[in-house]
């Protein structure tokens, strides 16, 4: 067809002239009311379990373990290829089993949290996976270890401890609906290259991050956009004794861990400066236009990760097009951020890109209220509750905000049941709105305990047909004692 015949086709098509093709266009146009398309409603495949958790990331993995272990039929539901989460996609270490014992002279070392979170970083370092917990040698007032961690191992040691517990596990497979009666969850309505199904089960885990269960469900939540988003990256080919030493020659050296770096003890494994202290002017001012910051881990030479690149939208990452408009931006940031590196910072002259995020990240979303909102000055004053499901010791903002004196603080069980809902559990990044709170709770090893509370909790509910406010917690810390859980009240 030469341009003249086409455009001939094109207005009979326009005016529904045309044979075919144009009647479609016809069809479709009369199906969109004002902007709406009324879907037409079909019979799904259907299937039942006990639980299903949504989101294998960081705490979802490791509440479809706690699910399974304690005998329920569990569902992990995962939109992407391997579970891991932000875990593996974001942070710069693990953030952290221990209470700060360094910062506090006289306070004992003590491991905070313990069950399958730390089975979970235990097998992961015995295979090479992580640095375990090598102790921070400078900003100890604010880590007192450091947990890094090889990001494609842990998928796989996910992976395998999900296959090995027993879990369901749906990869590749969006949850975009929920079924409700009332205030109870009934199903969730999956997506995935098999097909739209439904998922029923008893009791229910949100742990996608952003509350997507909860939303569907209908829960109360609040979004409160206050951080930029993010994406990172891995760099390669790069000569970290080199950085050290080029840091080190203007004693700008402000986050130091040694531990075990390609298999030999004793290696940095975590290194940067304390803001922009000790880099050139250019990479300053570069870095600052794009919103880089440099603190970096790794378990292996010639590598630095989580090299994080920020950036603030006007409105919550929960709308699709302004994501889009951010990931494109993110990826220019990133390429300009590595050749900041490659001009001006020692031992990053070769180094190249070898690893980014498959989509941006934030550390907050949406936050869905739930029966306890835990508040900054639980937090701060290590307050522990009647129901607490695990304890906690870490703060974003250490050495300005600490737990008191090196302690912990509990998690309450009612901060992760979702309110009017009565078989809804969350965990992860959408519990606790105060800002300073969140600062603690958000944290992966937090985020981890969590999904082990929630999901043990699921799994005695869906065993007892109880909802979660009916669960006697007594049987739940039974449970939780001898899934390993470490307790201070
Ligand atoms: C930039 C950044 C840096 C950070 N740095 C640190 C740090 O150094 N140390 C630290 O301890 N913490 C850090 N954090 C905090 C911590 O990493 C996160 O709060 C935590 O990992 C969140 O865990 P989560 O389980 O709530 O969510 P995620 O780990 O994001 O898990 C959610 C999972 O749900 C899946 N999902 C989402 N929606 C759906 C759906 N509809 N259907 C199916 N699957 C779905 C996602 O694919 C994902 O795998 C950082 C966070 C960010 C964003």
Sequence with gaps: MNRREFSKASSLIGLGLATGTSLAARDAASAIEQGFYKEASRKLPARQFDVVVVGGG?????????????GAKTALVEAKGYPGGVAVEGGTALHSFYNLWKAFPGVEKRQLVRGIPAEMVDRLTARGGATG????????????????????????????????????????????????????????ILESRSGREVIFAKSFVDCTGYGDLAFHAGAEFKEPNDYAVVNSMGLANVDIERYYHFLASSDSV???????????????????????????????????????SSISTT???????????NLKLPQSPTDRDTVAKAELEL??????????????????????????????????????????DITHEDVIDGRHFEDDVFVYGFHDLAPRLQIKDGGSYGIPYRALCVKNISNLFVSGMMITSDHRAHMSTRNTVSCMG??????????LCAQNDQGSRELPFQTLREALEQGGVYFEN
């Design 331 to 372: 990826r220019k940031r990133m390429q300009t951020g590595v050749e900041l590196f490659n001009k001006f910072i020692p031992g990053f002259e070769r180094a190249f890109m070898s690893r980014t995020s498959p989509n941006l990240v934030i550390r907050r979303g949406r936050l869905i209220t739930c029966d306890y």
């Design 450 to 459: 969590q999904g082990q509370a929630s999901g043990t909790a699921a799994a």
């Design 133 to 188: 917990y090598a102790e921070m040698k400078i900003h100890y007032e604010y880590d007192s270890v450091c947990t890094a961690i090889d990001t494609e191992k842990y998928k796989l040691n996910a992976f395998e401890m999900l296959d090995e517990a027993g879990v369901y596990i749906c990869v590749n497979t969006l949850m975009a609906g929920a079924v409700m009666d009332k205030d109870l969850v009934q199903g969730v």
């Design 254 to 292: 402000g986050q130091l861990a040694y531990g075990v770096r390609s298999g030999i003890p004793g290696q940095i494994v975590r290194l940067g400066s304390e803001g922009s202290n000790g880099y050139p002017e250019g990479f300053v001012t570069g870095a600052r236009e794009i919103g880089m």
């Design 58 to 70: 960081t705490a979802g993995v490791i509440a479809a373990i706690a699910s399974a272990r304690q």
């Design 299 to 309: 378990v292996h030479d010639d590598y630095l990760m989580f090299i994080k690149l």
